[in-house]
Nanobody, 114 residues
Framework: QVQLVESGGGLVQPGGSLRLSCAAR????????WVWYRQAPGKERELVAV???????NNADSVKGRFAISRDNSKNIVYLQMSSLKPDDTAVYYC????????WGQGTQVTVSS
């Protein structure tokens, strides 16, 4: 099976930027897309950005214009470039394949605070 390992999170000031990475350990199908979720305290896990393979990425309204999902040519790494970060972006961020998800990884904590 596939293991997903997220990294790149940390503490950042409002208005700052972070680039999250997700590495897939094991085989994934090259036609799989990617998706990023996040879960903040007291909130449901929400979809942040989806990148269907061979199609344009689509972001949630809350992050549109600030976040960008991309994929390495190796097909085994997906990124989430985050800019103009807000305190409400504080959450644990998770990646997965799309539309057929594999087991969730540990996620990476993003904390936006002064």
């Amino acid at each position: 099976q596939v293991q997903l390992v997220e990294s790149g999170g940390g503490l950042v000031q409002p208005g700052g930027s972070l680039r999250l990475s997700c590495a897939a350990r094991g085989r994934i199908f090259s036609d799989s897309g990617w998706v990023w979720y996040r879960q903040a305290p007291g909130k449901e896990r929400e979809l942040v950005a989806v990148f269907p393979n061979g199609r344009s990425a689509n972001n949630a309204d809350s992050v549109k214009g600030r976040f960008a999902i991309s994929r390495d040519n190796s097909k085994n790494i997906v990124y989430l470039q985050m800019s103009s970060l807000k305190p409400d972006d504080t959450a644990v961020y998770y990646c997965n394949t799309y539309p057929n998800r594999v087991s969730w990884g540990q996620g990476t904590q993003v904390t936006v605070s002064s």
